[in-house]
């Protein structure tokens, strides 16, 4: 008997449970178009409001689009209904890293993989203000490839997290890789307490079982403090070091991860991922087809603007269904707006503020432009994509996405550079409220045409 599809949202198709929670189920799933497998992890909205962990899933969501890394579990996107959040993510096959160190430890070449991989992602999280607070075994995935992929970024913390002493508070992760500060509750340093979890997993991997075991939770404890462990005799000299320098119970006295990465041992066959946020996306082979068709005599008026799906509006800019809060911080980062202006107005104003801000701008197809910058950043030359969708004959949505480049630059390009240039052709940007319908962002296509 063939099994029964369900699709979600007219562009998932959702298969079998791959796990559960509290308060989410994971399926299989399928993206339509392309056949590709992904993850959906389905939270219920009425369970989580409860408990009060709103904020949590929230935080949860800015950090996964915050830490785009190859070793990292990728978010695609968030949809949303009135009753239900789903996350659509990187379908990992491979499962559990905890799953291959339960048959036994580790190979040092491959637990030293396994290591390093985890420490260059540690390493960009950190360096974006993140901090996981859960490394263990159960949330580092394997993919298809043996190479390691960091998920569940539920009790991570951001910077706003901390307190007026500069220090995390909140007890969270699991007792056998938590740092001793933590168990302290005196505040903690979040990326040090990481870099000590970072070295459990890696005794684990080297021999099979935890550092600090104990039936008593409270004698485990006092092991945790004093940081009393043995390593087997099977570890090399080498790795025995660099465990000693990771277990160090004053976090100020731990080695750090720029520390980690001048040890020979971790540094030898140690290349840095190519960061995949940083590389353009190959063109559709159905836009090459547009472009042949234009080398011929007869050219085709452009034509209409996508149109943009009722939901995907309602959802993305009324408040009773306003995202935005679940993708950004306390600095809001407008990348979506609507007009009033038409399509073709809006597409040659972009062009006109993109060569003001010295960006170069190509053509992707009708009604959808790349804005290429100029000077590198910390991750090359941002790149930013901006689409024209049509939701009435009057209103069109404006939506803008990073190709290519820095989170934080991108953040900066929407808030500082397209927000104020945008100001003439805007009705309201995804998050802001309409206070006053008579501003001067409300004209008509001539009018638009006339500013131009």
């Known amino acids: 008997m063939e099994e029964e599809r369900h699709v979600v949202f007219g562009k998932y198709e959702m298969g079998r449970l791959l796990g559960k929670g509290t308060f989410a189920k994971v399926y ?77 430890r580790l190979r040092e070449d491959l637990a030293r993989r396994y290591f390093q991989q985890l420490i260059s ?19 580092l ?30 007890q969270c992760g699991t ?3 938590v740092a001793p500060e933590v168990l302290r509750k005196k505040g903690y340093d979040g990326p040090k307490a990481d870099i000590w979890s970072c070295g459990v997993i890696l005794f684990v991997l080297l021999a099979g079982f935890l550092p600090f075991q104990d039936e008593n939770i409270m004698k485990m404890y006092r092991k945790v403090f004093k940081a009393e462990f043995e390593c087997p005799p099977w570890f090399s000299p080498e790795s025995k070091r660099l465990i000693c320098k990771l277990l160090v119970p004053d976090p100020d006295r731990r080695i750090t991860i720029p520390g980690i990465m ?14 995949f946020s940083t590389q353009e996306p190959p063109p559709s082979p159905v836009f090459e087809d547009d472009r042949k ?28 269904f306003d995202l935005s809060n679940l993708f950004e911080s306390k600095r809001k980062t407008g990348s979506m707006f609507t007009s009033r202006c ?45 689409e024209v969708f049509e939701v009435a004959p009057e209103v069109a949505v404006v939506e803008f996405s990073k190709s290519a480049g820095d989170t934080l630059e991108y953040a900066k390009f929407c808030e500082e550079d397209i927000r104020p240039a945008l100001k003439d052709i805007v009705w309201t940007w995804q998050g802001d409220h309409v206070d006053n319908c008579s501003n001067n962002s409300i004209m008509d296509g001539q009018e638009c045409k006339n500013m131009l």
């Open 175 to 177: 007792p056998a890789y």
């Open 28 to 104: 299989y799933g399928k993206e339509m178009g392309s056949g590709e497998s992904v993850a959906i992890k389905v939270i219920n909205k009425d369970q989580v409001r409860k408990e009060g962990l709103m904020d949590q899933i929230q935080r949860e969501i800015s950090v996964m689009r915050m830490v785009r890394h190859p070793n990292v579990v990728e978010l695609r996107e968030v949809m949303a209904t009135k009753t239900k959040i789903f996350f659509v993510m990187e379908y990992v096959r491979g499962g559990e890293l905890f799953s291959k160190v339960a048959r036994g």
């Open 262 to 275: 001048r040890v020979p041992w971790f540094h030898r066959g140690f290349s840095r991922p190519v960061l």
């Open 293 to 320: 068709s234009s080398n011929n005599d007869e050219k085709t008026a452009p034509s209409s603007p996508k149109f943009f799906n009722a939901f995907e509006f309602i959802s993305s800019m009324s408040s009773g």
């Open 141 to 170: 995935l394997l993919d298809e490839n043996g190479d390691l992929k960091i998920s569940d970024f539920g009790l991570s913390a951001l910077p706003e997290q901390l307190r007026n002493d500069g220090l995390l508070h909140t």
């Open 342 to 386: 038409t399509a073709s107005a809006i597409m040659a104003k972009l062009e006109v503020v993109a060569k003001g801000l010295s960006f170069k701008v190509a053509k992707v197809k009708d009604f959808q432009i790349r804005l290429q910058g100029s000077s590198e950043g910390r991750k090359g030359k941002l790149s930013v994509t901006a």
């Open 121 to 139: 992602a540690v390493d960009f999280c950190h360096s974006r203000g993140v901090s996981h607070r859960d490394l263990k075994p159960d949330n």
